[in-house]
């Protein structure tokens, strides 16, 4: 089964909002490489090629081309993050950062008609659930790893995170 058009565009755009650099994946007799080089993606796919004659009319007259390359290459847009996407840098020594734990979708909800986990000046417990990332069609529980009061909420819902991501300022008490 070779990758469709959407597929292979979806891939780019997710490659592309991360912070993955180098991105691979084979599938029967195709791979599809992807690399960032300075923050613009490139990505790469190999194929077979099958030479087919080039026919030439008269009215337009056309180098004739054999194609030999087993590989093609284009670049994608570049999509940068703008400000409110960007984390705050915030220098405040008190505030706790609670960080994703892995590359996934973040869910400030169990489910999307219930209320959040946790909000803007919440107490939290030090293992109480403050958000939901899914990741491989897997719901992980995200517990607070200090005790104390949220203080910021740092993505939105339903937004990619990646590894290490903050999530959460909260104040330790």
Same mark, same amino acid.
């Given at each position: 089964?070779?990758?469709?058009?959407?597929?292979?565009? !979806?891939?780019?755009?997710?490659?592309?909002? #991360?912070?993955? /650099?180098?991105? !691979?994946?084979? &599938? /029967?007799?195709?791979?599809?490489?992807?690399?960032? &080089?300075?923050? +613009?993606?490139?990505?790469?796919? #190999?194929? @077979?090629?099958?030479?087919?004659?080039?026919?030439?009319?008269?009215?337009?007259?056309?180098?004739?081309?054999?194609?030999?390359?087993? /590989? +093609?290459?284009? #670049?994608? @847009?570049?999509? !940068?993050?703008? @400000?409110? /996407?960007?984390?705050?840098? +915030?220098?405040?020594? &008190?505030?706790?950062?609670?960080?994703?734990?892995?590359?996934?979708?973040?869910?400030?909800?169990? #489910?999307?008609?219930?209320? @959040?986990?946790?909000?803007?000046?919440?107490?939290?417990?030090?293992?109480? =659930?403050?958000?939901?990332?899914?990741?491989?069609?897997?719901?992980? !529980?995200?517990?607070?790893?200090?005790?104390?009061? =949220?203080?910021?909420?740092?993505?939105?819902?339903?937004?990619?995170?990646?590894?290490?991501?903050?999530?959460?300022? +909260?104040?330790?008490?």
């Amino acid at each position: 089964m070779a990758f469709k058009m959407h597929e292979i565009r !979806e891939l780019i755009r997710l490659i592309d909002e #991360s912070q993955i /650099e180098e991105f !691979e994946i084979q &599938n /029967e007799d195709t791979t599809i490489k992807m690399k960032k &080089n300075n923050g +613009v993606m490139v990505p790469t796919t #190999s194929f @077979p090629v099958i030479a087919q004659p080039v026919v030439q009319h008269a009215e337009q007259p056309t180098p004739v081309a054999t194609p030999v390359a087993t /590989e +093609v290459t284009s #670049s994608a @847009p570049v999509v !940068e993050a703008t @400000p409110a /996407e960007v984390a705050p840098d +915030v220098e405040d020594a &008190n505030l706790h950062k609670i960080v994703s734990p892995m590359v996934g979708t973040f869910y400030r909800a169990p #489910s999307p008609d219930s209320q @959040p986990y946790v909000k803007e000046g919440d107490q939290v417990q030090n293992e109480a =659930i403050v958000c939901i990332v899914e990741a491989m069609k897997l719901m992980n !529980e995200i517990d607070a790893d200090v005790k104390g009061t =949220i203080v910021k909420v740092l993505v939105e819902n339903g937004q990619l995170v990646e590894y290490g991501q903050p999530l959460f300022l +909260v104040k330790t008490s």
